[in-house]
């Protein structure tokens, strides 16, 4: 089955498993849409499903190009670079460039770069917390759906290492955000107010790491 969004065509797969009772719907990192349905699920009722659901569909397709397209370019601090590949250096970054070597472990690179200013802002986001919470420790590490995570019972924040291609503002918010649940464990309207309180911008770099 194929299904036209936003004037583009898109294969659809439908997988029918005995244990669904309702149709759920994602979208794959190369476009494919998936439904995952009940087996007496009908064919108009997928295509009503899709119908229904254009709108997100769109969002869901042009935020995967973006991240798709984001991941093949050179990101630092929020600043894209060209990337030249050469051998005479690992990488070196100039005013617009970046000089980089093709078998040069840049996830290796990037967690370097991150580790001290991750710490840095971690400190300075702490001292400055509007709640009295408890010290916490920071890791590191390459997630590919979470930003950051707090252990509240080890107080351990592990942040994502790809923040270091992201706006500095974005690394504060995730950051403000993962002490938040030092003092709320969940998502609630409290955890939210918490959040605003210490950085009122929050919504807006919410959505630039949604983006």
Request: charged share 35%; aromatic share 10%; net charge positive.
């Amino acid at each position: 089955m194929k299904v036209v969004c936003n004037g583009e065509e898109y294969e659809v797969v439908v997988e029918k498993k005995k244990t669904n009772k309702n149709i759920y719907l994602r979208i794959k990192e190369d476009y494919r849409i998936v439904i995952t349905c009940g087996p007496f699920t009908t064919e108009e009722e997928i295509k009503n499903v899709l119908i229904r659901n254009e709108d997100n569909i769109i969002r869901m397709i042009l935020k995967n190009k973006r991240r798709r397209e984001r991941a093949s370019s050179f990101y630092l601090l929020g600043k894209k670079y060209e990337v030249v590949s050469t051998d005479s250096c690992d990488i070196m970054l100039g005013k617009e460039k970046v000089f980089l070597n093709p078998n040069f472990d840049l996830d290796k690179w990037k967690k370097k770069q991150a580790l001290a200013l991750f710490q840095e802002h971690l400190e300075k986001a702490y001292q400055n917390f509007s709640r009295k919470i408890p010290k916490p420790t920071l890791r590191l590490r390459k997630m590919k759906t979470r930003w950051g995570v707090c252990n509240t019972k080890t107080h351990v924040i592990t942040l994502n290492t790809e923040l270091i291609t992201y706006d500095i503002g974005c690394l504060d918010y995730v950051i403000y955000h993962e002490l938040s649940h030092l003092v709320e464990a969940n998502h609630s309207k409290k955890f939210w107010q918490v959040v605003e309180e210490n950085c009122k911008d929050y919504k807006k770099y919410r959505d630039m790491l949604d983006d």
